[in-house]
C-alpha cells in the first residue's frame, strides 16, 4: 500500500474538519502529535487533549474551513485557510495559518496563527 503525499494527509484532515468527524480528523494525527500557537505556546498535546479542543469547534454549527492556498514543501504542508465560526459576538470568519509537519503519513505538529475575528451577523441577529 502507498502512503498517502503530506498534501494528501492535510487534505483528508480538512475534508474530516469540515464533515465534523472527530475520528476521521483525529486519524490523521500522530498519537502524540501536538498543535501550538505559531511562535507560541503549546495548545495540546495527544490524541486526548487534541480531542477535547477539536470537539468543542465541532459543536459550533457553522463552521467550516475554505482552503485559500496551500503551499507544500517536503513533508511541511502551509494552509491559508478562511474559518466560518459562530463566535459569542456572533457568526464570522477568522483567517489562519496553518503549518504542519508530516511523517509517517500522519501529522506530527501542527501551528496555527490566528488572525483577526470578523463578525459578519452579530449575535442579536441570530
Not at 502507498?2 to 494528501?8: F, I, N, T, V
Not at 475534508?15 to 476521521?24: C, E, I, L, S
Not at 503519513?105 to 501542527?110: E, F, N, P, T
Amino acid at each position: 500500500m502507498q502512503s498517502l503525499s503530506p498534501a494528501d494527509v492535510i487534505q483528508r484532515q480538512l475534508d474530516a474538519y469540515n464533515a465534523k468527524d472527530v475520528d476521521a480528523w483525529l486519524a490523521t494525527y500522530a498519537a502524540d502529535a501536538q498543535q501550538f500557537a505559531l511562535h507560541g505556546g503549546l495548545l495540546a498535546a495527544g490524541h486526548a487533549a487534541i480531542r477535547s479542543r477539536v470537539l468543542i469547534r465541532f459543536a459550533e454549527p457553522d463552521l467550516h474551513a475554505e482552503l485559500l492556498q496551500r503551499t507544500v514543501m517536503g513533508p511541511v504542508v502551509v494552509d491559508y485557510e478562511r474559518i466560518t465560526r459562530n463566535f459569542p459576538e456572533g457568526k464570522g470568519t477568522v483567517e489562519m495559518l496553518c503549518v504542519y509537519e508530516v511523517a509517517d503519513g500522519l501529522i506530527q505538529k501542527a501551528s496555527f496563527a490566528f488572525g483577526e475575528q470578523v463578525v459578519t451577523v452579530p449575535a442579536l441577529a441570530l
